[in-house]
């Protein structure tokens, strides 16, 4: 499976951006999705993730409540809205795919990762 994310971009604290990622090769209908993000000089860090089955979500707590993770399968695509942004948003977003089922919340459970897209916002 190859992952596309795309969406980033530069906005303003308070705005709204949604990233997509597209999968290519597969389908994400047999995938959890997660999207995880990175600071310059730190580890990825979970964000959000959606299950293969079910559509079950979650979210880290830094993001509960602003950003919405979805899937449209015969899309094979998976968005993460983000509403509501901070400066400390800023980073640079990864989606990523697994048909694992455990530790979910670490990159490591991952075996499909897509290229990043940067989100920038500004105060």
């Known amino acids: 499976v190859q992952l596309q994310a795309c969406g980033g971009g530069l906005v303003q604290a308070g705005d709204s951006l949604r990233l997509s990622c597209a999968a290519s090769?597969?389908?994400?209908?047999?995938?959890?999705v997660g999207w995880f993000r990175q600071y310059p000089g730190k580890e990825r860090e979970f964000v959000a993730r959606?299950?293969?089955?079910?559509?079950?979500?979650v979210y880290a707590d830094s993001v509960k409540g602003r950003f919405t993770i979805s899937r449209v399968d015969v899309e094979n695509t998976v968005y993460l809205q983000m509403n509501s942004l901070k400066p400390e948003d800023t980073a640079v977003y990864y989606c990523?795919?697994?048909?694992?089922?455990?530790?979910?919340?670490?990159?490591?459970?991952?075996?499909?990762w897509g290229q990043g897209t940067l989100v920038t916002v500004s105060s």
């Open positions: 990523a795919a697994t048909q694992k089922l455990v530790r979910l919340w670490i990159p490591g459970a991952y075996e499909y």
């Open positions: 959606i299950s293969r089955i079910g559509g079950t979500t």
């Open positions: 090769g597969g389908t994400f209908s047999s995938n959890t």
